[in-house]
Structure formats: C-alpha cells, structure tokens
C-alpha cells in the first residue's frame, strides 16, 4: 500500500484530535474512493455524449441564470 502526505490546517487538526475514536486515515480513504467512483461515473456519462465543452459551459450558465431566478422567487414569495 503507498502512502499519502497530507497537510491540514492546525485547527483543523486539533479538531481531529478532539475525535481519537475516529480512524481518520480510513475516512479519508473511503472520501477519496467515493470521489473517484463518481468522477469515473461522469466520465463514462461523457463518453457517450455529443455535448461539446461548449455546449457544457452554454448549459452550465444557463441553469446557473435559471437557478437564480428560481431562488429570488422563492425569496420574494416567502417574504409576502
């Protein structure tokens, strides 16, 4: 098995600390797994897409405008 150097910050650290029950080198293995399981499953959504990256950033900015939209109105109604 390889090994990974890691540098945190000190807080966060002595907040790890405050939790000795927790095996941090496991968690942080499972993250990673957990990570790359989704990147991988992205990557073979993709692979069968005719999307350019183009296409990805139009669609990107145009959910993010919608979302926003979306939010406001939720924000205004909730005021009234």
């Known amino acids: ?11 966060l650290k002595k907040r790890m600390a405050q939790h000795k029950e927790i095996r941090w080198s496991s968690a942080i293995r499972t993250l ?7 990147l991988e499953e992205a990557d073979e959504l993709a692979q069968g897409s005719k999307l350019t990256e ?9 959910v993010d405008v919608e979302t926003r939209k979306h939010v406001k109105a939720l924000m205004n109604a909730s005021r009234n």
């Open 32 to 38: 990673i797994e957990d990570r790359l399981d989704r």
């Open 1 to 11: 098995m390889a090994n990974v150097t890691l540098f945190i910050p000190d807080d």
């Open 54 to 62: 183009e296409d990805v950033a139009f669609l990107t900015k145009k």
